[in-house]
Every structure is written in C-alpha cells, then in structure tokens.
C-alpha cells in the first residue's frame, strides 16, 4: 500500500498567512549545535558489552558506553544493525555534544525492569538521536504485555528537562504506553518518526512538553490514541506534516481548572498545527479541559490550526470543557481565547451526531476571539451536518458575535447544513491508510515501509568500526528499505532544496500545496507562496482533492506489501500472518520464524541459538 505514490492537493485561501504563533518559532535555533559531524568519537556498544544476538541485555552497555566515553562530548554512541535486547531501563543523566545512532532493532522483553520508561535522557544538551539506515527501531512488545499482563508498562522513549536536541528517522513500535515523550525540553526539532501502537487507547503517539521553541514534522502514527497531544506548559510549538492513521487525531490537552496553583495552571500560547492528514480518526484535532477553580483559571490562546485534511473521522474540531461529562465544579474553566481554525477539508462519518465543529464551551469561561473559517467539509452518513456550539464568541458558522462593553451571556447554537460545500469533492482513501493494527499479535517493524529516507548518513559504520564481540553482519551489506518519501512545503526565512534526486520539483506561485510522496526525498522551503509538483500533469484545483496515482509512475519499494515478490532486505517480513507473497530473503540473510505470526530475513552469520522468540516470552511470564 505504501508503495503506491501518495499526494494530496490542497487548496487554500492563504497557504502562508501571517502567523502569530509560527512567527514566535526560530527554525534556526531548533536541533543540536554541534554538528554530527564534529560528534567523531566512536562509543560502540558491541566494545562495552554489548552483543546483538537478541538476548543479551544492552541496557548496562549503553549507559557504559555513555558514562565512559561520550558524556565528555563530541562523541556518537553507536549501535551497529542486529537484533538487540533490551531487559533494564536505560538513564542517561547530562551530558552534552553528543549524539545515539541507532541502527538496529531494540526489542523490550514483556519481563523486563524499566521502571516505566525504556529510555531516558534528562538534563542534556545538543543531543541528536537517529538512524543511518532505515533500520533504527524500538519494539516494546505491548502484545505481550496486554496477553499476559505482565504489568510492563515503559514509554519507549523520553526527554526530560533537555535542550538543543534532534530525534529522526527512528521506528516505535508497540508500546505498552506511550511511544515518545517530551517533558519540558526546548529548541526541539523531531521528524522522520514512524510510530506504529496498538488500536487501544492509552498508547499516545507524541506527548510534548515544550517549554520554549519547538519544531515537528514530517511524523506519521497509527494507533487508537493521540497522534501528537501539547499538554502543559507549552508556548512556541510548530508542528506540520503530520500523518495520522486510525488514531486519536491531534491534541490540545487533557489540562484542568480544578484544584490547581499558580504555578500549575495550564499554560498553552503560540501553537500553531498544519498541514496534518487524518484517516479515520476519531477527531481531526481537540481541545479537552476539566472544569473547576475561580473564573479563567490558566489559558490556551494565541494559536492557530490550519490546513487540517481528513477522510472519514468521527469529529472534526472537538473542543469540550467538561471533557470526560464532568460538569463540577462548574465555578470556572481554563480560559481559551485567539483560536484560529482556518482551512478544514474531508469527511466525518455522521454529520449529525458529530459534525465538523462541536464546541461545548464552559458556561463561567466562554470561549472568546475565536475564528472558524473555510470548513469545507461533509458527511459520509446521513444528508446533513449539524455544527453545534455552547458558548463561544467569534466570528464564522455557529460562534456568536460579541459587543463590547456587554457581558457574555450563555447559547448553544446548532447550524444545519443539507447540502455539501459549492464545489466539494469528497476525499478517496490515501495510500498511506491503513486498517490498524491488532492487540494482542505483534505489529511488524518494517513493514509497510517508512515514508522517509534518513537524513543522515551517520558518523559510524559496522564496516569501519571493528569489534571482536559483532555478531552482525555490517552495514556495507545490510539492504536498506526504499521509502516512500515525500516533497513538502514550509515557510522559512531561505529557500532551500534538500535531496532532490528523481522527483522533479517546481517552486511557482501559487494558492494550492501539493504534497506529493515519492520514492525520493525532497523538501522545498520558501516564504512565499510553492507548488511542489512531480509533473506538468498536477495542476492547481478549485476544489480540496487526494490523488492516489498509479505506481507505475515511480519505482515502488519490493517490500511494502504483505504481497511482495523479489528480494526481500534484511529485517524484512518474508513469513506469517497475513503474508502472501513470494519473495525470497536477500543474499546472506535467511527467512526466521521469530514467533507464529511473523518472520522476517535475518542475517545467516547471527545465530538463532539462545534467542527468545516472543512466543517463548509468552509461555515464561
């Protein structure tokens, strides 16, 4: 499915309008200061006890390799290709100049002792995490956790308290909670990540925290949770290009009124989301508070939501202030002001249980300043929307007009609508949705493929770092998988093209964004007005489409599909549930059954000997 070519051609009233919000983010000032390149100093795990064999625990060697050679700075910790265990909690504690290249496979043990979280680095600076090849990933193995309940219940990956740091081009997997977590960091750049969670609640894409300066894109979830949720304090967000599948939509939020202190209100300001694709989510974005304190009790304002495209969600914008039906103590509300929502396209399943706007505002704090506008949007049931707001104050379909000088009163207003916008073209389903993934099975890593190649090349190789202890084969022969990458369109102070390879790409003026997925990788950013094309046959629109073209049209990746014939890389899926293809695993790579429902192509030099199978992990908890 990923291999088919993906773009979506979205038009809008004002692509680059001035932002308050995106204009408070310095894209400049985001992501490490020292270069990776200057990080030259090689901490090789495999030299500190590490062994990629699949049962050994690389959690001690990480923090050696940490403690004794890459805390002194302008140093890479390094973990070649293979398959790794993880059984203890890693801490990596300060430190700065430093960077984790991740090349391989990190598979948590349902048993392990993480004490809630598998990652942690906290109080660092100019920290860049990645992979090389297409092939860094964590596993948390949640299935196993949910068939047993073993009670494991670690975060895959956490920042606390960190600032000047990068994370890109990695793969979580199947958390038993949350995937990745930000707390209080600031100057963030995260991109290039690809999660896949289970379709359960509680398994939260990206958790932010930002203190100041923080930059997302080009991320992609799928899960029965939040895709990205900015929780409190946050001020100084940008966050675009994200992909959500099957998901809780974006976020703003849980934050509450109730039983809090000055220092504790909520405090969310300068937050701008766009470009953000919905398939069958169960809201394209919502804000949630609790009630309770005295009047405006904290804040989220200043921020602007736009260009939000959806196929079949179940809301659209969902703002509620008594989130969970709590409606007590009802003596105050954080206080949402200067929202602005502009540029809403697609489908939700019933208009008239839930439109594409449902405001249930507070009846102490109503909503003010609020702006709704270009909500081009209909329903797939029914023959009718129903937009219902409870007090809000602003401009646009069912907000109420505000006098100055006169006191907010309370209403709930409900607009029908009978017939779809002038124009509007309902959305196909995009190549890159797919049905979810089960519970209780175990969610492959690789496959489909990522949407992106990685960034970077690293600063280390298995091929030119020499160890005694590898028992993996090295990255001069490991087959990296094609991915589907894409040319996106940002604002930014320069216009700068980045690995413009295949893809044809004009910048030109216009009012559409095309966004168009490629097997090559580029990115256009330009302050003013771009049109990204593959070819003179895209053209700009009148009407909000998704264009699904044929992958004829460009090389596909062989191992995106459960279908696949050819060569199969290393760590592809070349067996088990669902497989149907016929392909064959890449030279010097052999098909493995790692449990009943998935095999996949692992290296012949690795031995199979003492390596726990997650069915094995089933049978001993």
Known sequence: MFSEVFSVVLLVNTLFSALTSATQVDLSTVGPLTPLSSKTKICNILDYGGIADNSTDIGPAIELAFSSCAITGVATIYIPPGSYSLQTGVVLNKGS????????????????????????????????????????????????????????NARLFRFISCTSISIHDIIFVDSPTFHLVFNDVSNLEAYH????????????????????????????????????????????????DIYCNQSGGMSIGSLTADDVTADTEAA???????????????????????PGGTGATGYVKDSVFENFWAYDTTYGLDIDQYWESTTTPDTGAVALSALTFNNWTGTVDNGISRAPIVIRGSDIVPLTDITLSNFDMWTVNENE????????????????????????????????????????????????????????????????????????????????????KAVTKTSSSVSVPVSTTKAVVKSSSS???????????????????????????????????????????????????????????????????????????????????GWTGTGSCVSGTTCIEQNEWYSQCVAETSTTAGVESEEDEVCES
């Open 495 to 577: 216009t700068v093209v980045k690995s413009s390879t295949s893809l044809a790409v004009a910048v030109v003026a216009s009012s559409t964004l095309v966004v168009v997925k490629s097997s090559s990788a580029s990115v256009v950013k330009s302050t003013s007005t771009a049109e990204v094309v593959e070819s003179s046959s895209i053209t700009a629109s009148s009407t909000p489409v998704a264009v699904i073209s044929s992958s004829s049209s460009v090389a596909s990746s062989t191992a995106t599909s459960s279908g696949v014939t050819g060569t199969l890389g290393e760590y592809y899926q070349c067996g088990g549930e």
């Open 385 to 468: 929307i129903l937009n219902q707001c409870k007090n809000v104050y602003g401009t646009g379909y069912c907000a109420a007009t505000s006098t100055a000088g006169q006191s907010l009163t309370t209403f709930t207003t409900t607009v029908t609508t009978t017939s779809p916008p002038a124009g509007f073209t309902s959305p196909t389903s995009p190549a890159w949705g797919v049905s979810g993934y089960g519970v209780t099975i175990p969610i492959p890593v690789y496959t489909p493929a990522v949407f992106w190649s990685p960034e970077s090349s690293g600063v280390a190789s298995a091929s030119s770092v020499a160890s005694a």
């Open 193 to 240: 990540i690809t999660i896949r969670g289970p379709d359960l609640g509680g398994t939260d894409g990206v958790d932010l925290i930002c203190t100041d300066n923080c930059y997302l894109h080009d991320i992609e979830v799928t899960n029965r949770d939040e895709c990205i949720s900015v929780k409190s304090p946050s001020q100084n967000v940008l966050i675009e």
């Open 268 to 290: 969310v300001s300068n937050i701008t989301m766009r470009n953000i694709y919905v398939y069958q989510c169960t809201q394209m974005l919502m804000i949630k508070t609790f």
């Open 97 to 152: 100049a430093y960077a984790i290249q991740i090349d391989g496979l990190i598979t948590l043990t349902s048993d392990g002792s993480y004490a809630g979280n598998a990652f942690i680095l906290e109080n660092g600076s100019d920290i860049e995490v990645f992979s090389s090849n297409g092939l860094g990933a964590i596993n948390g193995q949640g299935y196993i956790t949910r068939l047993t309940s073993s009670g494991q």
